[in-house]
Nanobody, 116 residues
Framework: QVQLVESGGGLVQPGGSLRLACVAS????????MRWFRQPPGKQREWVAG????????TYAASVKGRFTLSRDNAKNTMYLQMNSLKPEDAAVYYC?????????WGQGTQVTVSS
């Protein structure tokens, strides 16, 4: 079992920045690939970015590439999403996701609001 807890969400003005964190507990974090998803109000959940278990490979959705940076610190069991140049359309609940083979886990989400 893996427990995932997100933090770092909040209200930010357009053009601003936030850093989300996802802390994992309960299993060996470094064995899991990690991803961020988001769900805007009234819309379906969508994939945002992913990082390999070692942290050596990252991938991004086209909508966030160049603005968001994903990283992880396996010694701290934590994944980070640095979000810069935020736009109103980035507003959503952001979810942390862990996967290893058939094992998959979700966090409870953290709200990001982008508004002036």
């Amino acid at each position: 079992q893996v427990q995932l807890v997100e933090s770092g969400g909040g209200l930010v003005q357009p053009g601003g920045s936030l850093r989300l964190a996802c802390v994992a507990s309960g299993s060996i974090f470094s064995r899991f690939g990690m991803r961020w998803f988001r769900q805007p109000p009234g819309k379906q959940r969508e994939w945002v970015a992913g990082i390999s278990s070692s942290g050596g490979t990252t991938t991004y959705a086209a909508s966030v590439k160049g603005r968001f940076t994903l990283s992880r610190d396996n010694a701290k069991n934590t994944m980070y999403l640095q979000m810069n140049s935020l736009k109103p359309e980035d507003a959503a609940v952001y979810y942390c996701y862990a996967i290893r083979g058939r094992e998959e886990y979700w966090g409870q989400g953290t709200q990001v609001t982008v508004s002036s």
